[in-house]
C-alpha cells in the first residue's frame, strides 16, 4: 500500500499523531493510497517553514537564479512525466490521454510561464512637479507578498494547484499546499522534484487532510499566512473569506459555475456539437468551465439535441490507462451520490431525458466505481433546479431560444459568471454577445483554449480577482512606491 506523506521543510513525514485517511481509486473504489492526515502542529510547522525560507536563502536569492530553479522543475516534471501522468490518472480516473496532452504538461508549463511573466513585465514610475522646481521621481516595486495558503480541488489537480504555486514562487514567495483530500499524488510527487533540483526547503510544503476543522481551515486561519489563494466551491470560498477577514488578508477565489453554452443557427454544426460535447462531459463533465446549460436557437433545435445525444451514447467508458477509453469516473461515490440526486430531481421536477439519466452497466470490479450516463435533458423551466445549481457532472439541459435578447437574458439569469461558449459564424453578432454576457471569460467558436497570459476568473459568486500573465503579480507580489526628492 503506498504510503503518502506531508512534504514540510523539505523532507517528508508523517503527521504528528500519526493519523491517517484511506484514497480510493474512482475506478473501482480499491483503496489505493494510505496519507497522513495532518494536524495542527503539522500545519503550524509548515507555516514557520515557509516563513524561514523567505527570511533566509529563498528571500536573499538573485531573481534570476530563481527563474532558473522554475524551469529546472519544469523539465525535471517533464522527465519523470510518465510518474504525474501515472499518479494523476490514479487519483482521477480520467482517461490517459487528457493527461497527457492537457493536465501534466499544462502543469509544468506553468512554472515556465511565470517565470517569464515575472522577468519581462516592468513597474511604471512618474516624474512630478514640486513646488521649488527641482521634481522628485516616483518608482514602483514588486515585493513578495509573503508565505501563500494554497487550497486546492480535485477536478484537475496537477494543473489547478500549479497555476498557484507556480506565480507564487516566480515571485519570490513560499506557499503551504493543501491539496484535495481527493487527489493528494501528484502534489506529493512535486516534493520529490523540489528536492531534486535543489528549490531550499521550506519553499514548497504540502499538508494533507480535509477541510473544515482540519488542515485547510488550519491553513486559511494561521495568521503566519499571508494570503490565500483558492479554487473551489462558492460556499467554501465563503467560510475561507471569513478566516480571512482575520488580519485582514488577501484573497483569490476562483470558484464554481452555471455555464451558458449558445448555440446560433449560423454556427457551423458540427464544430457546435463537437465544442458543445467537450464542454459538457470532458473529465466527466467535471470542469469548472463547463456547459451545463445549453441554449440553441430554434430552427436548429430538434437536430442539435439528436445530435449531441449520438455523440453522448457514444463515450467509451472503461480504465483510464486502457486506449481508446475517453470517458472516465466521477471522483468520488460522494460525489456520484450528488450528481444522481441531480438526476433524480431533474425527472421529479418533469424533464424530458433525453439520454443517460442514471448508471452505466459495468462489468466486475468496475461495477464498484463511481460511474454515472452522460446525461442531457430537455423541456424544464429555468428556475428548475438542474438548471440553476451547479452539479458538476455529466450532464446538460437544452432549451431553445429565439432571439439574441431572449438568450442573453437566459445567460445571466444565474448566481454565476465564470465563462460561456458561444457558436456562430457572424462575426458582429459574436462581439455583441461578447459584450453583453456577463462572465469572465468569453469563448467563441471554441472552448478551453487557454492562452495563460490572459486573465482567468469569475464574476459575481464565481470568484474574485484574475489569475493568469501579468494579473497573478497583481495578487503574488506587493506593489510598494519610493518617492525621491530630487
Ligand atoms: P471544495 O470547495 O469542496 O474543496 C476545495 C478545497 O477546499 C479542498 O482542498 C478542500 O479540502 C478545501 N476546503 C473545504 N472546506 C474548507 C474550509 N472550510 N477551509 C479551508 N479549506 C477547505 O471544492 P471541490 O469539490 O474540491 O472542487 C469542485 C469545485 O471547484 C466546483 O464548485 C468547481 O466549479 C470549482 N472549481 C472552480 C475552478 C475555477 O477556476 N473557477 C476550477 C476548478 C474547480
Known amino acids: 500500500m503506498r504510503q ?30 494510505n496519507i497522513a492526515e495532518s494536524t495542527q502542529s503539522d500545519v503550524d510547522q509548515a507555516v514557520e517553514a515557509a516563513r524561514a525560507a523567505l527570511n533566509g536563502e529563498w528571500g536573499s536569492m538573485p531573481q534570476a537564479r530563481r527563474l532558473e530553479l522554475l524551469y529546472e ?9 510518465d510518474d504525474f501522468v501515472a499518479a494523476e490518472m490514479a487519483d482521477t480516473g480520467q482517461p490517459e490521454h487528457v493527461m497527457k496532452h492537457v493536465f501534466i504538461p499544462r502543469g509544468a508549463a506553468n512554472f515556465k510561464v511565470f517565470a517569464d511573466v515575472i ?27 509573503g508565505v501563500i495558503g494554497v487550497i486546492s480541488p480535485w477536478n484537475a489537480p496537477f494543473l489547478l494547484m500549479t497555476w498557484k504555486v507556480g506565480p507564487a514562487l516566480a515571485c519570490g514567495n513560499t506557499v503551504v499546499l493543501k491539496p484535495s483530500e481527493e487527489t493528494p499524488l501528484t502534489a506529493t510527487l512535486l516534493g520529490e522534484v523540489m528536492n531534486k533540483v535543489g528549490i531550499p526547503k521550506g519553499v514548497y510544503n504540502v499538508v494533507h487532510g480535509f477541510g473544515p476543522n482540519a488542515a485547510g481551515e488550519f491553513v486559511t486561519t494561521n495568521k503566519g499566512v499571508d494570503a490565500i489563494t483558492f479554487t473551489g466551491e462558492t460556499r467554501t470560498g ?46 466527466t463533465g467535471q470542469v469548472c468551465l463547463g456547459t451545463e446549460r445549453v441554449y440553441v436557437e430554434r430552427p436548429i433545435f430538434d437536430k ?29 461515490r460522494e460525489h456520484q451520490e450528488k450528481v444522481l440526486s441531480y438526476y433524480q430531481k431533474a425527472a421529479d421536477e418533469g424533464a424530458t431525458i433525453v439520454t443517460g439519466g442514471g448508471v452505466p ?25 438542474v438548471v440553476q445549481e451547479e452539479i458538476f457532472g455529466p450532464c446538460c439541459h437544452i432549451r431553445p431560444f429565439d432571439t439574441e435578447e431572449e438568450v442573453i437574458a437566459l445567460a445571466n439569469d444565474t448566481d454565476y459568471g465564470l465563462s460561456t461558449t458561444i ?64
Open 238 to 283: 465563503s467560510a475561507i473569506m471569513k478566516a480571512a477577514s482575520e488580519g485582514t488578508r488577501d484573497v483569490s477565489f476562483e470558484m464554481g459555475g452555471k455555464n451558458a453554452g449558445i448555440v446560433f443557427a449560423d454556427a457551423d454544426f458540427d464544430e457546435a456539437v463537437n465544442g458543445i460535447f467537450r464542454s459538457a462531459f470532458l473529465n
Open 361 to 385: 452497466d459495468m462489468e466486475g470490479e468496475l461495477a464498484e466505481g463511481n460511474w454515472v450516463q452522460p446525461t442531457i435533458w430537455t423541456g424544464l423551466e429555468e428556475s428548475a433546479s
Open 119 to 145: 522577468k519581462n513585465v516592468p513597474t511604471e514610475s512618474f516624474m512630478m512637479d514640486t513646488p521649488d522646481g527641482r521634481g522628485a521621481l516616483n518608482y514602483s516595486v514588486r515585493k513578495p507578498k
Open 423 to 486: 457558436w456562430t459564424t457572424n462575426l458582429t453578432r459574436a462581439h455583441r454577445m461578447a459584450a453583453s454576457v456577463d462572465v469572465g471569460i468569453t469563448w467563441v467558436n471554441s472552448w478551453f483554449l487557454r492562452d495563460l497570459r490572459t486573465p482567468f476568473g469569475g464574476n459575481k459568486e464565481s470568484g474574485i480577482g484574475r489569475e493568469g500573465g501579468v494579473h497573478s503579480l497583481e495578487f503574488y507580489t506587493e506593489l510598494r512606491n519610493v518617492c525621491i526628492k530630487l
Open 4 to 33: 503518502v506523506d506531508n512534504f514540510i521543510n523539505g523532507a517528508f513525514q508523517r503527521s504528528s499523531d500519526g493519523r491517517r485517511f484511506e484514497k480510493r481509486s474512482p475506478v473501482d473504489n480499491k483503496i489505493i493510497a
Open 73 to 81: 522543475v519544469a523539465d525535471e516534471i517533464t522527465r519523470r512525466f
Open 304 to 332: 442539435f439535441v439528436a445530435a449531441l445525444k449520438e455523440k453522448a451514447e457514444g463515450v467509451q467508458y472503461g480504465r483510464p490507462e486502457i486506449k481508446g477509453n475517453n470517458y472516465g469516473p466521477l471522483i468520488s
